[in-house]
């Protein structure tokens, strides 16, 4: 007669059983019993055995380390692998570092497994953690080690298609790739359009704005001028030719998963930023070399640009007091000699009407380069001794001089901006970097002091390689 028909099983089903719970209570803050009956009564993915550890511990411990070190001293436990590389097999270990026993609890605790059982990501294993962490904190220890003993049943062993995003991911990605398709399709043609009309309207006098500059004269800084104006009617041809090929791609490379289309649409709107930027300096330039209209009212403010930092640099204490006295006394004496010879440069300009313009930007573009230098001798000496700090400052500053010498509408500020210091960079750049340094260490601090992953075994795990992390609570 055959024998008792088996139960039927779906595989993937969390019906395997705890085969053993291990309770190590060196700290002394569990029950022992009620912890071994709460984490026996949960079901798993596969035969898992729990081994609880906890110990008194101290805010500097690598709970890690110290783990490995106590499963070396227990072989008969068997919780390593045969070769001691690995946890064991089926085996959990959940180690509780018991700091603080009153008020409100503190501490770390660590979770490891074995390789067929592994939670393998680092954010996944400290989600497990952070189960515990109220009833830790509430000196509820033995109920934080079962909630988090609880977690990592759910996870460990589970098969893939028991998860949301396999089991419906596949169609529902599907799905989603092709609306977005569609959204996106619709997105890059309204890009389009409003990177060709950008274009059409910055590029609309782009012709009579570069004859325009066939007066001016072809030596010094008017053959950059000049220079310039090829450059602007030559990225106009070529972009043209880019928009109009663009506008006739057949309806196959039209899709939302065309990089180099979404690119060649950037680029559109991108040159004709360029080419508004470089028109309106040419139309500065032009009404001063031919001294026409409003020529002295740009005059004065190609002049006042360039003061305004000089005065920046002479008069602003925070930048003083970060140089030093010798290096803001050298600089107070730059800055107001500078001024007066900046004052005869405006009066030599405006009397000449136009024809010394030339000249006259040559020596603007030396009185800034002459600043520069100066500038960077003041970040040589406000550079902080902390190297972190310092590379905050550095990367600060840099940022704030990019974008404040893209903003300059001079024409020596055009043909300098990626070489100019910006005595105004140096004052916020420097606030700026500082800040976010400080921000950086007390972040630090907070995950050092209440949370964090950590992942390693210290010098002394040698070879071992087995999955696990500890955080703090």
């Known amino acids: 007669m055959p024998g008792p028909i088996p139960s039927p099983r779906v595989a993937g089903w969390s019906d395997e059983q705890v085969t053993a719970v291990e309770v190590h209570d060196e700290a002394e803050v569990l029950d022992p019993v009620r912890v071994e009956e709460d984490i026996a009564a949960l079901r798993t993915y596969a035969p898992v ?3 609880v550890w906890t110990r008194d511990g101290g805010p500097s411990d690598n709970i890690n380390a ?3 070190a106590w499963a070396r001293d227990l072989p008969d436990e068997e919780l390593l692998s045969p070769d001691g590389r690995y946890w064991a097999d089926g085996t959990l270990v959940i180690t509780l570092s018991v700091e603080n026993t009153s008020g409100t609890g503190s501490g770390q605790v660590g979770t490891y497994f074995g390789e067929d059982i592994a939670v393998e990501s680092t954010s996944a294993q400290e989600d497990l953690q952070s189960r515990g962490y109220e ?3 509430a000196l509820d220890w033995g109920s934080g080690v079962t909630a988090i003993a609880d977690a990592a049943a759910g996870e460990m062993a589970r098969p893939a298609w028991t998860r949301f995003s396999i089991t419906y991911g596949v169609p529902l990605a599907l799905a989603m790739l092709a609306a977005a398709n569609i959204a996106g399709v619709r997105s890059m043609g309204a890009r389009f359009r409003t990177a060709n009309d950008r274009f059409s309207i910055t ?3 782009v012709h009579t704005t570069v004859s325009d500059t066939e007066y001016v004269l072809d030596h010094g800084f008017g053959a950059r001028v000049r220079s310039t104006a090829g450059s602007v009617l030559r990225q106009y041809d070529r972009t043209l030719e880019e928009r109009d090929a663009i506008a006739e791609s057949p309806v196959w490379k039209v899709n939302a998963v065309n990089i180099r289309l979404w690119r060649d649409i950037r680029d559109i709107r991108r040159s004709a930023e360029s ?3 470089a028109s309106a300096l040419l139309r500065r330039a032009t009404v001063l070399y031919l001294g026409d209209g409003d020529w002295k009212q740009v005059w004065d403010e190609e002049i006042e640009e360039t003061a305004d930092h000089l005065r920046t640099a002479r008069d602003d204490g925070g930048l003083r007091r970060r140089a030093g006295a010798a290096v803001a006394a050298e600089l107070h004496d730059f800055c107001t000699t500078a001024l007066v010879r900046l004052e005869e440069v405006r009066d030599r300009g405006a009397a000449g009407g136009g024809e010394n313009i030339s000249a006259c930007l040559e020596e603007i573009a030396e009185i800034r380069g002459d600043l520069t230098r100066r500038m960077y001798e003041v970040e040589r000496a406000a550079a902080p001794t902390n190297s972190a700090k310092a590379r905050y400052v550095d990367r600060a500053i840099a940022d704030d001089r990019w974008t404040r010498n893209d ?6 500020g055009f043909y300098d901006r990626r070489s100019f210091y910006s005595p105004q960079s140096f004052i916020i750049g420097f606030a700026v970097g500082a800040r976010s340094h400080r921000r950086a260490v007390e972040r630090e601090k907070r995950v050092q002091s209440s949370g964090g ?6 010098s002394s795990g040698g070879g071992f390689r087995g999955s696990g992390s500890s955080s703090r609570f």
């Open 66 to 68: 110290e783990t490995l």
């Open 49 to 51: 055995r729990v081994v």
């Open 453 to 458: 992953s950590r992942t390693g075994y210290g």
């Open 407 to 412: 903003r300059s509408r001079s024409i020596t």
């Open 135 to 137: 009833h830790f904190r």
């Open 203 to 205: 590029t609309q006098d």
């Open 275 to 277: 080419i508004e930027d």
